[in-house]
């Protein structure tokens, strides 16, 4: 029985392996590590967030003459993986639907992140079919937490996260819909069972990792 599960095991490894040669193949990356920001604004004030190392942070969107301009700039290089987990808020960005539109078109694959404050915005953009990644980063398990981790308002959060998860499952999507919590050392045992209990439930999967920013104040954070 062992010997079945390992080779089943070792075969579907394989079988991912090759996936991941194609999608490489066909659109030139993810390794070149370009990412692009659509925009620096943001609705959230996460303590661990890397902007507040910055002298002269700029709050604002991308304009359009630099989003065609990045595209073309991508077409040149014959990427066509779009990362758009950068710094900011991307579901803020004003035209946001009408460049995932656009991107979809040009057939580009493209990576999401998001704070998840404006994900009932744009429910079935998420859904599209050259989405290859989408997560939320979020941490807390009620609103006086959130504020303090995030700055953002728990209940809404929380409920856009949910109803996304429940639209998500059983739509034909490039990715698993996943979560990525932060552990703060200020947390306690059962704050940290209780934020794994409530969030468990809006995801297929959970990544936790710890805030890394080094001007972060670990043992206060
Ligand atoms: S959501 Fe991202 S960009 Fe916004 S404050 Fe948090 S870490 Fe920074």
Redesign the pocket.
């Known amino acids: 029985m062992e010997n079945i599960v390992q080779a089943y095991s070792t075969a579907v490894r394989k079988m991912i392996a090759v996936q991941r040669r194609i999608i490489k193949k066909i659109y030139n990356t993810p390794d070149l590590g370009l990412i692009t920001s659509l925009t620096r604004a ?5 303590n ?4 507040y190392n910055q002298n002269s942070y700029l709050s604002t969107h991308m304009d359009d003459e630099t989003f065609q301009k990045t595209i073309q700039i991508y077409n040149e290089l014959k990427l066509k993986y779009m990362n758009l987990h950068a ?3 991307c579901l803020l960005h004003p035209r946001f639907k009408e460049y995932m539109d656009q991107l979809e078109r040009e057939h580009f694959l493209v990576r999401v992140s ?2 998840g404050y404006l994900v009932d915005r744009h429910m079935d953009t998420l859904l599209k079919r050259n989405i290859d990644f989408f997560r939320v ?1 979020t941490e807390g398990w009620d609103n006086e937490s959130m504020m303090k981790y ?2 953002q308002e728990f209940d809404r959060v929380y409920r856009n996260v949910k109803e996304f998860y429940r639209y998500y499952k059983g739509k034909k999507t490039r990715y698993q819909f996943s979560l990525t919590l932060h552990i703060y050392p200020s947390m306690a045992e059962d704050n940290i069972r209780q934020m794994f209990d409530l969030w468990g439930e809006c995801a297929d999967r959970i990544q936790v990792s710890f805030p890394n920013n080094p001007s972060l104040n670990l043992e206060k954070a």
């Open positions: 943001c609705n959230a004030k996460c661990m967030c890397a902007k710094m900011g808020e998001s704070n980063s995030r700055g």
